[in-house]
């Protein structure tokens, strides 16, 4: 099979997925590795080199997302495909990731604290899952562009949550999954009019693609005209999500203060 870094789905010939292959999982075992490294060696990082951190990492994932929609919409466009409303816009439930870095970067206030909340809770804990089930394997050999992006992003978003909480910049309390759940609907005002107009499903909240149990409701309700309320259900488990983040947190800080 030959392909070039740079080379698109449709032109790499004989490729099923690289998901949990070698090189995959060696990445799995990096990323976790790190990221624990991370939260025990950042507790005396300055408020001003995590803000910092904030500014870089904005423009960066900003420049990179840009860089990614454009090779991809290249592709799609010069082989005939049309651009691609159904899969490429930024409204995914990582795509959260990139404004939330934006304005915990530059905004102060409330903005800022449920920026915060987002990146430490949905956010990690998506890029937790995105980082062991990288869905971009599934369509691109691991020493691609394609996978990288994939990779590279999902671990950004766990490895900045960790930052976040270790560092001691944001300490998480129960009303984060919440003020989290606002970054999130804030983004599906434009996700879910999408997903109804052409049949994508940005958020996973009109099919569920990929989602245990979720993805056979999601069809059962529909079948029966009850996609809006699938939909209504799917949001909202958003909340939870971001619940056993913060559980999990205080269950790590609790351990920590019983043995120091």
Not at 85 to 100: A, E, M, N, R
Not at 104 to 112: F, I, P, R, V
């Amino acid at each position: 099979m030959n392909y070039g870094f740079f080379d698109y789905k449709y032109n790499i010939q004989g490729f099923s997925s690289d998901l949990f292959s070698t090189p995959h999982i060696v990445f799995i075992v990096l990323a976790f590795i790190s990221v624990v490294l991370i939260a025990a060696f950042t507790s005396k990082t300055k408020k001003s080199t995590v803000e910092k951190f904030l500014k870089i990492a904005s423009v960066a994932v900003a420049v990179f997302e840009i860089t990614k929609i454009t090779w991809e919409s290249y592709y799609d466009i010069t082989t005939g495909q049309g651009f691609n409303t159904g899969g490429i816009l930024p409204l995914y439930t990582c795509s959260v990731f990139i404004y939330s870095l934006i304005l915990a970067a530059w905004t102060k206030g409330k903005t800022k604290e449920i920026a915060l909340s987002f990146l430490t809770t949905v956010s990690l804990i998506s890029g937790a899952i995105g980082v062991v089930q990288c869905n971009g394997l599934n369509y691109y050999p691991f020493w691609t562009f394609g996978a990288f992006y994939s990779m590279f992003f999902h671990y950004a978003m766990l490895a900045t949550g960790v930052f976040l909480l270790g560092s001691g910049y944001k300490k998480l309390e129960w009303k984060d999954a919440l003020l989290s759940f606002v970054a999130v609907f804030a983004v599906s005002i434009a996700a879910i009019p999408v997903n109804y107009i052409v049949g994508s499903d940005y958020m996973l909240v009109y099919s569920a693609g990929g989602v245990p149990f979720m993805s056979s409701l999601a069809d059962k309700m529909a079948a029966v005209g009850l996609r809006p309320l699938f939909t209504v259900i799917m949001l909202l488990t958003y909340i939870p999500l971001a619940a056993i983040v913060v559980a999990v947190y205080k269950g790590i800080v609790f351990l920590i203060k019983k043995r120091g």
